[in-house]
């Protein structure tokens, strides 16, 4: 994963959705940049348009208008150099753990089974998987799932690794272990990844940079930088100074956000009602 790394920009990109005479606008004119080699988290009200923003990237569907570059090349459709970990498991429920794990590259053909098999084996150790590679998925725990699709990923060095919302649903203690396995392999490996989610004590843990959304359509509100060095530990982080200031400004620019739009979508309703 060390070895590709890619560099994402995003500019300007607007996305409608529906019909052609009354559409709707889910992303406008937003622009950001992954930088190589680091870890950055979108975050955003619920219902924002961060999954929207995913599936473009991810080259899934085409953006209204703008561009989306990975390296300075145009996303036009999905490619393996662009990898996706769902919120909802994507697991082959007819195969193995290591058989699921093993899946990209034995499809792709450009590695030797033996080594694919060999690196499979070794992604699963390192997330606690290596007493369940005969297992299938409806045999394993909901965190467990999530461990095997992120050794499915990273088995392919994709350039970058899009993760949207990986560890929702999951109980409290299985998304900190889940979080603390991700951060392991990423200051192991390096990488570049783009994160989901709606959790801000995730993103802080986490992230190198944090860019914050807008209530849908959305567009970037701020970017943060998260000044705190790794490798990190929870406790560390929860103690250091930098932590609380930090979670104030994301929280106060989330909570502007959410407050706009509940006012906006209070005021609709108002009009609404008084045009009866």
Known sequence: MAERQGSLKVNRVTQRVGPDFAPKTVVQDCSFVVESGKFTVLIGPSGCGKTTLINLIAGYEPATSGTIALDDVAVHAPGPERLVVFQETALFPWMTTLENAMYGPVVQRGRPRAEVEKAAVDLLRRVGLGEFLGKYPMQLSGGMQRRAELARALINDPKLLLMDEPFRGLDAMTRELMQEY??????????????????????????????????????????????????????????????????KRALDLLYAEAAGAFAGRRAAKQTQEAAR
């Open 182 to 247: 991700l951060l392991e392999l990423f200051e192991e490996r390096g990488g570049t990844v783009l994160f989901v989610t709606s959790e801000i004590d995730e993103a802080i843990f986490l992230a190198d940079q944090i860019i914050v959304l807008s209530s849908s359509p959305a567009t970037v509100k701020a970017v943060i930088d998260v000044d705190l060095r790794r490798p990190r530990e929870r406790a560390a982080v929860l103690a250091s100074p930098s932590y609380g200031t930090l979670k």
